[in-house]
Each structure stands twice: as C-alpha cells, then as structure tokens.
C-alpha cells in the first residue's frame, strides 16, 4: 500500500508496519479527503479482484476435486462540491463502494472429468413458477369479477 498524496504526519498502516500512511493536514478539503480515501478502496479492494475470488482453492478428497464458483462485483462512488461566492462558505466530500459476492456453483473434478454443478436457488425454482400459476389460474375468476361490476 502507498501512503496517498497527502502532506502531513507519517504513522504506521494499521497490520502492516512497513506502509506509512499520510495523516492530511487541517486546510485539505473535504473534497480531496474523499478523493484520497476512494482511491485507497479502489488499489486495495481491486487488488483483491482475482480468479480466487470467483474460483475459490480448490478442495481434493477421496480423488474428487471441488472448485467453488461465484459471482463477485464490486461499485464505487464518490462526490465533491464547493460554494464559491460572496459571504458564502462551503466544502463538500462524499464516498462509498461495496462488494458481493455470492456462489453460483462448482466445478466437480472426477476420473479426469470436469463438471460444472451450479447451486440452484428454491426461490427462482420452486416459488416464482407457483406464483406465476396461481395467479394464472385467479386471473380469469378476477377479470369475470370486474367484468360485472363495470
């Protein structure tokens, strides 16, 4: 990790005693302190965006190879602003991001075979479609009732 562009006081990175970190100084706007800290999201979670990420280690027992799959996504945000004008005074900053990650499925390695088993998810398997066929099979009584009202 690199300290960010900022002048200031040197301390330590928090587990790590090696990668100084740059405490900013009182006149660093608001804005640039949110620049400064998406930026740091970005290097350190971006460097954790690979293959074992969406492929976990693989796991080996009895002779059969297990591959977890998984979708993994990752979003920032940020903003800034400045009130510039007589008797007016203001700074701005602003920022976030976010990571998902779900499985999908694995990768089942056997006798030399690969085979991709995904994990089915019952809320898409079993109760969307019995939701679509219940209201379905309502709808025609449905349409009936307010056929005789109007």
């Known amino acids: 990790m690199t300290a960010p562009e900022v002048s200031g006081q040197e301390v330590p990175a928090p587990g790590n005693e090696t990668a100084p970190v740059r405490l900013p100084d009182a006149d660093v706007s608001a804005a640039h302190a949110s620049v400064t800290l998406l930026e740091r ?3 350190k979670l971006g460097g954790r965006a690979s293959v074992t990420a969406v492929y976990g280690e693989p796991i080996t027992a009895d002779g059969v190879t297990v ?8 979003g920032f945000g940020g903003g ?5 004008g007589a008797a007016k005074s203001g700074d701005g900053g602003g920022g976030g991001g976010g990571a998902e990650a779900r499985p999908l499925g694995y ?3 056997r006798d ?8 089915r998810d019952p809320w898409s398997d079993i109760v969307l479609p019995l939701a679509a066929l219940a209201i379905g ?3 025609p009584k449905i349409l009936r009732s ?3 009202r109007g």
Not at 67 to 74: C, G, L, N, T, Y
């Open 80 to 84: 800034a602003g400045r009130e510039v």
């Open 137 to 139: 099979g309502a709808m």
């Open 107 to 109: 990768i089942e390695i």
């Open 112 to 119: 030399g075979t690969a085979t991709y088993k995904p994990i």
């Open 41 to 43: 999201l970005a290097d």
């Open 67 to 74: 591959i977890p799959v998984a979708k993994v996504a990752f």
């Open 146 to 148: 307010l056929r005789r």
